[in-house]
Structures are given as structure tokens and as C-alpha cells.
């Protein structure tokens, strides 16, 4: 599981970087106007880890170990979001929502249980 959550972490520094070049609205993510399976199920993974992290209490080692497992339900919807979908849409009301979206998984990896964006991958580390 430690090469997932080195993945997990590069999808996360991956999010955050976009984020950083983004000039965008902050808005309430708006489910009707996603046009892909992939942003549904990203938003679908985002509704219940963030329901199941809400249940944890993060000073229990057992519920932390909990919390990244909860976590780690992020890696196949964010890969597949980045495969199938262009973030940055010429249609401002798309880029904005899923700008909106990715606000909210950043929030989820970096910011929640701890900033995954900061884990190496340890085949990058020499």
C-alpha cells in the first residue's frame, strides 16, 4: 500500500498544481453539469471518504490508519478523472465546476488527515 499512497500523493500534488494556475471562482460544485462518469464517480468517492473520515477520531492511531485507507479510495477515480477529462474546458462553466471539484479533493488530500501532496515517491528518490 506504500506505492498507492505515493501515487495517491502525486495525483494529490498533481490536484494542487492545478489549482495554483487557476484563476477561478470559487463555486458549489454543480453535479448536472458534469458531462463524464468519471467526474460522477469522483464526486461519488468524494461524498463517502468524506462521509467515512467524519466518523474518525484522528487522535486513535487505528482510526488514522482508518482514515488513509479511506483515503486511498481516491486513487483510481482521480486517475481516471485525469485520463478522460480536460480540467480546463473552453467553456467556463465546465472549468469552473471541475475547478469546484478538485477544491474539494484537495481539500480531502492535503488538508484533512495530512498533505499527501509532500509524500515521494521512493522510486523518484535517489
Given at each position: 500500500?506504500?506505492?498507492?499512497?505515493?501515487?495517491l500523493g502525486e495525483a494529490a500534488k498533481?490536484?494542487?498544481?492545478?489549482?495554483?494556475?487557476?484563476?477561478?471562482?470559487?463555486?458549489?460544485?454543480?453535479e448536472n453539469l458534469f458531462d463524464s462518469d468519471a467526474e460522477k464517480e469522483l464526486l461519488?468517492?468524494?461524498?463517502a471518504v468524506k462521509s467515512a473520515l467524519s466518523a474518525c477520531n484522528l487522535e486513535i492511531t487505528e482510526e488514522c490508519c482508518?482514515?488513509?485507507e479511506e483515503l486511498l479510495k481516491f486513487k483510481n477515480p482521480l486517475e481516471d478523472f485525469f485520463a478522460k477529462v480536460m480540467v480546463n474546458d473552453t467553456d467556463s462553466a465546465l472549468k469552473n465546476n471541475r475547478l469546484a471539484l478538485l477544491k474539494e479533493i484537495d481539500f480531502m488530500l492535503?488538508?484533512?488527515?495530512?498533505d499527501l501532496s509532500k509524500l515521494q515517491n521512493?522510486?523518484?528518490?535517489?
Amino acid at each position: 500500500k506504500d506505492g498507492m499512497l505515493a501515487d495517491l500523493g502525486e495525483a494529490a500534488k498533481r490536484v494542487g498544481n492545478i489549482l495554483k494556475k487557476s484563476d477561478f471562482q470559487p463555486t458549489q460544485v454543480n453535479e448536472n453539469l458534469f458531462d463524464s462518469d468519471a467526474e460522477k464517480e469522483l464526486l461519488k468517492t468524494l461524498c463517502a471518504v468524506k462521509s467515512a473520515l467524519s466518523a474518525c477520531n484522528l487522535e486513535i492511531t487505528e482510526e488514522c490508519c482508518r482514515a488513509f485507507e479511506e483515503l486511498l479510495k481516491f486513487k483510481n477515480p482521480l486517475e481516471d478523472f485525469f485520463a478522460k477529462v480536460m480540467v480546463n474546458d473552453t467553456d467556463s462553466a465546465l472549468k469552473n465546476n471541475r475547478l469546484a471539484l478538485l477544491k474539494e479533493i484537495d481539500f480531502m488530500l492535503a488538508k484533512s488527515v495530512a498533505d499527501l501532496s509532500k509524500l515521494q515517491n521512493k522510486r523518484e528518490v535517489k
